[in-house]
């Protein structure tokens, strides 16, 4: 009894910390107009541009981690060249998959800035081979494409000098100690945000890292503040201790909805965010599935992309990357400017719902041909068609009584010469919005 009494005791504790983790200090109702791009664009391409590209090795974390000294991970800055680095093509490939916005590193754990900081030498344009700020050039091909951008920004700086934390079992020294230092370091690493903000306006924040201090330590209100002085439209991720706008889970996605207001999965397409002997690819069915998945449950994903030193792209990244724009291209009414679908229960799947609900959208995993059944709809149904290939397909109502308020099972026979080479969607239109019945069968 008593080590059941222990047991839920730490389940409490566990469970109340992580809710005042993601305790959000914004308040929904003030920034939903600027969250509806965000909402409708469902899939974003996330880039991991950084020196641990040079030796395909773990990014910053590497060094922090002893994997390698710092000094041989900074000597990387020697061989990063973007030689042959395309803003237009990357632009052009991030428009296929059918993304809206895309997320660039701007600066990772490292500390390297990928644009050329005032505030000190550290970046790719003052000491690489490379010579050049990748930041403004690809912004502007994904302004010319109507892409959002993002920038990814490390609040953690294991590179400065003023930055406490360094490798992972050594610090520089305790905050407390010296305040003066870490108020060294804050003006710093806001500074650069502030650059950041007045050269490339970034229409995403997306900062990382803010696990290692508190937000009076981050001071994350006063960091929300200077961005959206400078533009009030921009949205941050939630990853600055309470001041974001949405949450990021990473690599697991989720078993039921999240309760966020706007949530957004990133993941890797291989097992690594940078450049790296990677290859653990997942296949397009794979990462359409997790697309789907996330969609369904209300999110949008953040694909990720690890581009090789000289700027390109592995071949494998663009052919997933140009399997899911075809699909995306096919089924596209199903995914951007819908909401998710409805709840567990009704149809084993995901799906999805036209804005107005009038239209319910049924994903069918796994080469699924034959029946499927929808349970609990109480609209009648228009028709049902195949997406992106016409197809009608006439339901069966089985088991509708009469006199009851229950409705009947819908079921749907799928033929096999319809299906999709990875998911198969199905469009209901029904006669007005949704409704659902979520009884236990009896009449009450
Ligand atoms: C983690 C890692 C970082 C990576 C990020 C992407 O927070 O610290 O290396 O960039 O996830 O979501």
């Known amino acids: 009894m008593k080590k059941i009494k222990i047991l839920l005791l730490l389940f409490v504790v566990v469970f109340s910390t992580q809710q005042s983790k993601s305790q959000s200090k914004i308040d929904p109702k003030e920034i939903k107009e600027k969250m509806e791009w965000f909402a409708d664009a469902k899939l974003g391409i996330f880039i991991h541009s950084g020196i641990y590209s040079v030796k395909g090795i773990g990014e910053s974390w590497s060094f922090h981690n002893k994997r390698i000294s710092h000094a041989d991970y900074m000597k990387q800055l020697n061989g990063f060249t973007l030689k042959n680095y395309n803003p237009a093509f990357w632009a052009d490939l991030i428009k296929e998959s059918g993304a809206r916005y895309s997320v660039i590193t701007t600066k990772h754990h490292d500390g390297v800035a990928m644009y050329d900081t005032k505030a000190n030498t550290r970046s790719i ?156 690819w997942k296949t397009p069915y794979e990462v359409i599935t997790i697309f789907v998945d996330a969609v369904s449950n209300g999110g949008n994903l953040l694909l990720d992309m690890g581009p090789k030193e000289d700027g390109t792209i592995p071949e494998e990244q663009i052919h997933v990357f140009k399997e899911l724009g075809a699909w995306n291209k096919k089924h596209g009414e199903s995914i951007f400017n819908t909401v998710g679908g409805i709840p567990q229960g009704h149809f084993y799947g995901p799906t999805t719902l036209s804005k107005d609900s009038t239209s319910l959208y049924l994903f069918l995993h796994g080469h699924v041909s034959g029946t499927v059944m929808l349970k609990g709809l109480i609209n009648k149904i228009s028709n049902i068609t195949v997406l992106g290939n016409g197809t ?37 239109k029904l006669d007005s919005p949704i409704r659902l019945y979520r009884g236990q069968g009896g009449l009450n």
């Open 125 to 280: 344009v003052k000491a690489s081979p490379a010579k050049r700020d990748m930041i403004k050039p690809f912004f502007e091909e994904l302004r010319k494409r109507d892409i959002k951008c993002g920038a990814y920004f490390s609040l953690i700086d294991w590179s400065d000098n003023n930055y406490p934390g360094f490798l992972k079992d050594s610090s520089r020294y305790v905050i407390a100690n010296d305040y003066d230092r870490w108020n060294r370091f804050r003006s710093f690493f806001q500074g650069q945000i502030k650059e950041i903000n007045t050269l490339f306006k970034p229409d995403l924040w997306w900062f990382d890292g803010d696990w290692e201090h508190s937000a009076e330590e981050w001071e994350s209100q006063k960091v929300r503040n200077i961005i959206l002085s400078g533009n009030s439209k921009a949205i941050i991720n939630g990853r600055l201790q309470g001041y974001g706008d949405y949450d990021t889970p990473e690599q697991n996605f989720p078993v039921s909805r999240p309760k966020f207001n706007w949530w957004e999965l990133c993941m890797t397409t291989n097992e690594n965010w940078g450049y790296q002997n990677d290859n653990n």
């Open 392 to 428: 009608e397909i006439k339901p069966k109502v089985v088991g509708k009584i009469d006199w009851s308020p229950v409705p009947g099972l819908v079921y749907i026979d799928v033929p096999e010469n319809t299906n999709d080479k990875y998911i198969t969607v199905l469009k209901v």
